[in-house]
């Protein structure tokens, strides 16, 4: 018998990532609440943008995403050379991991953080190191704890997904002093434009200072581009130059970098997504803490649900009992949280529909 090719071991004992749902037998209107994406879909600029540009999108792109770097440049006031552009932000994160974590080296993550890091660690053969979280949060101290000679990346996505948690400018800088400087810090500020706390930091000001911080951005959340698959990283010259000789030059297509562009100017958009984002958020927080579930402050365009587990209630069954109302939730076993649901915020349609659902569910009227 002839011998197949053998992929490399270590990715045959890789859980492939699940996205959230999209359909459900035998329902025809669907409210997806699974996925994180903008309650308004796509700015209205954007929309324009791409269907003024359609007769080009037969060319090939610009590699280099050159006007959509010097946008961001001028809108973040940061050195468009030291901007990267990628298929969105997890193709920024797998880019990383090959270009500085292989076998024999350690990549850290928290317990509940972003599920692409540890995917992206082991799939370049690393060993991937979990810190456990405080009230599921970062916990700098269980970070540090955990670095040792072959500790290469320390991943901490700032607010996080899925618990929605974030820590503050002293914790962030905190935890980069005391790592070893040639420690790579991957800042992940995926919901940057959701948070508003006075005392968080994106990062930026880190990167431009210290040879061993990375900031990762990502179109996907606020601006709504989430099928675009458009993501950037600002990183220190050295960096940068790795990155740049690794990654595939069309990984942005022509129709994403345009409706990147037009999206950054569309200000009243994001402004009135932030708005009602507050608002809702709020609003279905503060509601389903009167039906008796747990939910902690979120800092992003979701919320984490932790349900009671007693008299039928668990996360499972509310999950199965939304379904029957067309209603698409985010299971978080997953990620290591079997008793909780994570909830996109939606239209305020689909945020009262969804309260209205759990609090029939669990009793409450």
């Not at 690393?126 to 949060?137: G, H, L, R, S």
């Not at 790795?242 to 562009?261: D, E, H, W």
């Not at 997953?334 to 609090?359: C, F, K, N, S, W």
Request: net charge negative.
């Amino acid at each position: 018998m002839e011998a197949k090719p053998k992929p490399l071991t270590w990715l045959l004992e890789l859980d492939p990532y699940v996205g959230g749902e999209s359909t459900i037998e035998g329902v025809s209107r669907i409210i997806k609440l699974a996925s994180n994406e903008s309650a308004f879909g796509i700015s209205p600029k954007a929309r324009e943008a791409l269907a003024a540009m359609a007769d080009d999108f037969f060319r090939y792109p610009d590699g280099g995403c050159t006007e959509l770097r010097a946008r961001l440049a001028a809108k973040h006031n940061l050195p468009a050379e030291n901007l990267v552009c990628g298929g969105g932000s997890d193709d920024l994160i797998s880019l990383l991991m090959r270009c500085y974590a292989g076998p024999g080296d350690e990549v850290l993550v928290s317990a509940h953080g972003f599920a692409m890091f540890p995917i992206y660690g082991k799939g370049v053969g690393a060993t991937v190191v979990t810190a456990p979280e405080n009230d599921i949060t970062v916990d700098v101290d269980a970070l540090l704890a955990r670095v040792t000679h072959r500790t290469r990346i320390v991943c901490v996505a700032n607010p996080n997904n899925p618990t929605g948690t974030y820590i503050p400018v002293s914790e962030v800088t905190r935890l980069h002093a005391a790592l070893p400087s040639n420690v790579l810090l991957l800042l992940d500020s995926a919901y940057a434009e959701y948070i508003d706390a006075a005392n968080w930091t994106d990062g930026a000001e880190l990167v431009a200072k210290y040879d061993n911080v990375i900031m990762l951005r990502t179109f996907s959340k606020i601006y709504g581009l989430g099928g675009m698959r458009v993501g950037w990283l600002y990183g220190p010259d050295h960096v940068v130059d790795v990155i740049n000789r690794l990654k595939s030059p069309f990984t942005v297509s022509t129709a994403a970098q345009v409706a990147a562009v037009a999206a950054l100017d569309d200000d009243a958009f994001v402004t009135m997504s932030q708005d009602h984002n507050k608002r809702w958020r709020r609003w279905t927080s503060e509601t389903l803490r009167q039906f008796g579930l747990t939910v902690p402050e979120s800092a992003c365009n979701f919320v984490l649900v932790r349900f009671p587990g007693t008299n039928g209630h668990d996360a499972n069954a509310a999950d199965a009992f939304l379904k029957t109302r067309g209603i698409i939730v985010r299971k978080m076993a997953g990620y290591g949280l079997p008793d909780a649901l994570r909830i996109t915020i939606g239209t305020e349609e689909e945020m009262r529909l969804v309260v209205d659902t759990l609090g029939t569910f669990m009793g409450a009227h």
